[in-house]
């Protein structure tokens, strides 16, 4: 039966003292990575607000409606719509967000000209190892003489853009390096929905998170209001065709009444109650669609998101996490490292040594 080897701590300490001089240097090294690593990345600010969505109802839209005469149907009777406030941290991670808050306008803590959240993450600090990663993949690119293709989404005829999104690879880059810096989240018990960004400048990141909050409103207007805004659009083109069309009926009224003025018999009395009647079923017409136009127009009212500004975002006074704690760590890890090369790394390194060697010898 195969004994179990018992876990020896006194003897574990010993050994540990009795190499000590190495520990130290394990230690010492760890610490000095540590300074140079807490030295030279930048210090950051992040700033959290909350706000509570309040829901809205479809009454007074019906209500409008019942009194133009217009019934909506089973309006009230509980059609969800397809996007809600609930789905912000979705909507904060998509690409369209994202280009809008770089679109936003900011102004740094010692400096009060405002400029685009773009323009000024271009004079952000960049970290040595995010400088060596890109540096990694540009000597990678050159290597295998990749080509990035760079897109253009503008439209060189007039024509709107298209509806798909071609991203170069290094806005991509900074899209995604800005996703990593605003984080949104909701508690599904009570609604709540936090917002949190990370700046270098804490005046950035205050501001950042006051854009992100219109943004997001604004994004999910959008998403909801899509269908609305283009039946609006058929609506008003309608409109203006039936305004034409009972302006053109009434001239017509008008100039035929104009030209008999003192005639009086049964052929001209018909002709001019046809007229009449045009003129009446065009205004009907004219009337209806202006109705619809006016719902429409509610419609898109009531599909705003509104919210409550449950706490606002607050200029932060200190920057995250501390410096020493990052020296601590590193000592730490490099106590761990070098315990565990003098209690296993050396024991390891001298036993292959050794298995070499005895290889080398049976060989000759």
């Given at each position: 039966m195969a004994t179990k080897r018992k876990f020896n701590l006194k003897a574990i300490v010993k050994q540990l003292w009795?190499?000590?001089?190495?520990?130290?240097?394990?230690?010492?090294?760890?610490?000095?990575?540590?300074?140079?690593?807490?030295?030279?990345?930048?210090?950051?600010?992040?700033?959290?607000?909350?706000?509570?969505?309040?829901?809205?109802?479809?009454?007074?839209?019906?209500?409008?409606?019942?009194?133009?005469?217009?019934?909506?149907?089973?309006?009230?009777?509980?059609?969800?719509?397809?996007?809600?406030?609930?789905?912000f941290p979705d909507i904060a991670e998509s690409i369209p967000f994202l280009q809008a808050m770089m679109a936003t306008k900011v102004h740094t803590l010692e400096d009060t000209t405002t400029v685009t959240l773009h323009d000024y993450l271009k004079t952000e600090y960049v970290p040595w190892t995010v400088k060596t990663v890109e540096a990694l993949h540009k000597f990678k690119d050159f290597i295998t003489r990749r080509k990035k293709p760079s897109f253009d989404n503008q439209s060189d005829d007039g024509k709107e853009p298209p509806r798909y999104i071609l991203l170069g690879e290094k806005e991509f880059g900074r899209l995604k390096g800005l996703a990593r810096n605003i984080k949104c989240g909701q508690n599904m018990k009570t609604g709540i929905i936090t917002i949190s960004t990370t700046c270098q400048d804490p005046m950035v990141a205050t501001m950042m998170a006051d854009n992100a909050i219109d943004c997001l409103q604004a994004s999910l207007y959008d998403y909801k209001s899509a269908k609305a805004k283009a039946e609006l659009a058929d609506l008003n083109a309608l409109e203006a065709e039936r305004r034409q069309e009972y302006e053109k009926r009434q001239k017509n009224y008008a100039e035929f009444l104009n030209q008999n003025r003192s005639a009086n018999n049964y052929a001209i009395t018909a002709e001019k109650d046809r007229l009449d009647a045009e003129m009446t079923l065009a205004y009907q017409a004219l009337q209806q669609v202006t109705q619809q136009r006016y719902l429409a127009e509610q419609s898109l009212i009531e599909k705003k998101p509104s919210y409550a500004l449950l706490m606002p975002p607050t200029f932060p006074l200190t920057a995250n996490g501390s410096r020493k704690m990052v020296v601590i760590i590193w000592l730490f890890l490099g106590f761990v490292f070098g315990s565990l090369w003098i209690l296993y790394g050396r024991k390891y390194l001298r036993w292959t040594k050794d298995f070499a060697h005895e290889l080398r010898r049976k060989e000759s």
């Open positions: 009795q190499n000590r001089k190495t520990l130290y240097w394990w230690c010492g090294i760890a610490i000095v990575l540590g300074v140079i690593f807490a030295l030279t990345n930048p210090k950051e600010y992040t700033v959290t607000t909350a706000i509570v969505p309040e829901q809205s109802s479809s009454t007074g839209l019906a209500s409008i409606a019942s009194m133009m005469g217009v019934s909506l149907g089973n309006v009230e009777g509980g059609n969800v719509d397809a996007m809600d406030p609930s789905m």
